[in-house]
């Protein structure tokens, strides 16, 4: 599967911004997924996941009541709804497919940058 994170940008503290990450195929629907970020100088991390119903999610404490994580397996797309955003946010920002324990293919992901 085939991913591409979309929808990055800039903006304030406390705005919102919604990314996108459409998948090739249509066997999208049958995976786990999860969204990651990576700040200049730290590890990537895990910041949110879903099921391949979209019945389980989990969240990263710090994001928690600020993201929404959601996925359309009709349309082979995932979203992450981002409100109140702070700059400790600012990262690059990549979808990926979940394996087992493990994730991926790494795409280019998508920056966010939130200004204070």
């Known amino acids: 599967v085939q991913l591409q994170a979309f929808g990055g940008g800039l903006v304030q503290a406390g705005g919102s911004l919604r990314l996108s990450c459409a998948a090739s195929?249509?066997?999208?629907?049958?995976?786990?997924m999860g969204w990651f970020r990576q700040a200049p100088g730290n590890e990537r991390e895990l910041v949110a996941r879903i099921s391949w119903s979209g019945g389980n999610i989990w969240y990263l404490d710090s994001v928690k009541g600020r993201f929404t994580i959601s996925r359309d397996n009709a349309k082979n797309i995932m979203f992450l709804q981002m409100d109140n955003l702070k700059p400790e946010d600012t990262a690059v920002y990549y979808c990926?497919?979940?394996?087992?324990?493990?994730?991926?293919?790494w795409g280019p992901g998508t920056l966010v940058t939130v200004s204070s």
């Open positions: 990926a497919v979940r394996s087992g324990t493990s994730y991926g293919p």
């Open positions: 195929e249509r066997t999208f629907s049958t995976y786990g």
